[in-house]
């Protein structure tokens, strides 16, 4: 299956379903989500257990909804999440794979430049995930090949920033 995208702050809905039998009995069914083994979300015996920024949707457990949905999304939410759904004696997983994203932002704080004489400008690009942006410097529309580029740094947020 595809990934899931979310940009970064952003809401997301991991979705996850199930047949439902012609009468739904609460007593034989359990939930539960997980992030690479540790427990997300869980609905056991009526009782919705849900870590802080997630959520379940009880009222649609009877109509095979088990869908997940994530708070402000940061980038250690990315990563393959597990849907366990037991309806006594089935069982049932599913699995799908969260992508956080964070666009660029990019800024080249004005400078004057000296007519025949070497320059540099910084070009500042922050805030971006994941690591591996592309930066191409363009001299009157052609790209500049001598440019060189150091490794992205990361950020407390797990976000990256780049200064060329």
Same mark, same amino acid.
């Given at each position: 299956?595809?990934?899931?995208?979310?940009?970064?702050?952003?809401?997301? +809905?991991?979705?996850?379903?199930?047949s439902v039998r012609?009468?739904?009995?609460?007593?034989?069914?359990?939930?539960?989500?997980?992030?690479?083994?540790? #427990?997300?979300?869980?609905?056991?015996?009526?009782?919705?257990?849900?870590? #802080?920024?997630?959520?379940?949707?009880?009222?649609? @457990?009877? %109509?095979?909804?088990?869908?997940?949905?994530?708070?402000?999304?940061?980038?250690?939410?990315?990563? %393959?999440?597990?849907c366990t759904v037991?309806?006594?004696?089935?069982?049932?997983?599913?699995?799908?794979?969260?992508?956080? *994203?964070?666009?660029? +932002?990019?800024?080249?704080? +004005?400078?004057?430049?000296?007519?025949?004489?070497?320059?540099?400008?910084?070009?500042?690009?922050?805030?971006?995930?994941?690591?591996?942006?592309?930066? *191409?410097?363009? #001299?009157?529309g052609r790209v500049?090949?001598?440019? *060189? #580029?150091?490794?992205?740094?990361?950020?407390?947020?797990? *976000?990256?920033?780049?200064? @060329?």
């Amino acid at each position: 299956p595809s990934p899931v995208r979310a940009a970064l702050g952003s809401d997301v +809905r991991l979705p996850c379903t199930f047949s439902v039998r012609e009468r739904f009995e609460i007593s034989k069914f359990y939930l539960a989500w997980s992030l690479g083994g540790l #427990r997300v979300a869980e609905y056991v015996k009526g009782q919705n257990i849900s870590q #802080r920024g997630s959520a379940l949707f009880p009222e649609e @457990l009877s %109509r095979g909804n088990c869908s997940l949905l994530l708070r402000q999304v940061a980038v250690p939410d990315g990563g %393959r999440y597990t849907c366990t759904v037991i309806y006594t004696p089935d069982k049932e997983q599913k699995q799908l794979e969260l992508q956080v *994203t964070a666009a660029p +932002r990019v800024s080249i704080p +004005r400078k004057a430049g000296v007519l025949n004489a070497a320059s540099s400008f910084p070009c500042h690009v922050w805030g971006f995930y994941p690591w591996d942006v592309t930066v *191409t410097w363009l #001299r009157d529309g052609r790209v500049l090949t001598d440019a *060189t #580029r150091p490794a992205p740094q990361r950020n407390p947020d797990g *976000t990256f920033n780049l200064t @060329l």
